[in-house]
């Protein structure tokens, strides 16, 4: 397969590109900053140099030709502003629905977070900005003709991966390593399972092949 991953700088995202490397797909890591290009070479990845913030759907579609897939796993950062919440988390999202579409891609998986549909719409705070924009961004995905995955993860860690987790509609609080989070993404891919699926993911004990297996649309 030829994924393309936006956001492919990111740690899941890296995480992502070095386990479809190793399994022989092909990785195209879209990513704004040249300097992180070396980066993902390491990491087995092919480098695409694209500032979601800049493109538009029609532009982003054309280097998506020859493209299977497409994960969106960008995010502005935890020091970003409550805008780049939209621009990124939400409109980078829906601008890579966009560009798929037109690109003629139907399988889409996007890395959300848990909780996302639990903000509060009259805050301005940016963790709740944040979770709105994730929202939006995930209803948005769900409405389209694609075969879906959202995965919204618990806190990330940067632990060893178990290969183990817990996937439900609501799992309730707890921890996932980064690594697992993008072993899910992979399996979903590789696999071609967990479509028109949403669910929260943390660290459990079922090996992550059956838990996707078992996501109940």
Do not use: C, W
């Amino acid at each position: 397969m030829r994924i393309a991953i936006a956001g492919g700088h990111g740690a899941i995202a890296l995480h992502i590109e070095r386990q479809l490397s190793a399994a022989g797909h092909e990785a195209i890591a879209i990513v704004r900053n040249p300097e992180h290009a070396s980066d993902v070479l390491a990491a087995g990845g092919i480098p695409v140099i694209i500032d979601l913030e800049k493109v538009d759907a029609r532009t982003l579609a054309l280097d998506l030709q020859g493209i299977d897939a497409v994960v969106f796993a960008a995010g502005a950062g935890p020091n970003s502003s409550a805008e780049r919440k939209y621009t990124v988390d939400r409109d980078g999202a829906i601008l890579l629905a966009d560009a798929a579409d037109l690109a003629g891609i139907r399988r889409y998986v996007l890395i959300s977070s848990m909780g996302a549909d639990s903000f509060d719409p009259d805050s301005d705070d940016v963790f709740q900005i944040y979770l709105r924009a994730k929202s939006e961004a995930d209803a948005n995905v769900r409405q389209r003709d694609f075969d879906y995955t959202i995965i919204r993860p618990g806190a990330l860690t940067n632990d060893p991966p178990t290969g183990e987790v817990e996937l439900a509609e609501s799992t309730g609080r707890g921890t996932i390593a980064r690594a697992d989070v993008a072993a899910l993404v992979v399996a979903a891919l590789v696999d071609g399972i967990a479509l028109n699926a949403q669910f929260e993911a943390i660290s459990g004990d079922t090996p992550i092949p059956d838990a996707l297996a078992a996501v109940r649309y």
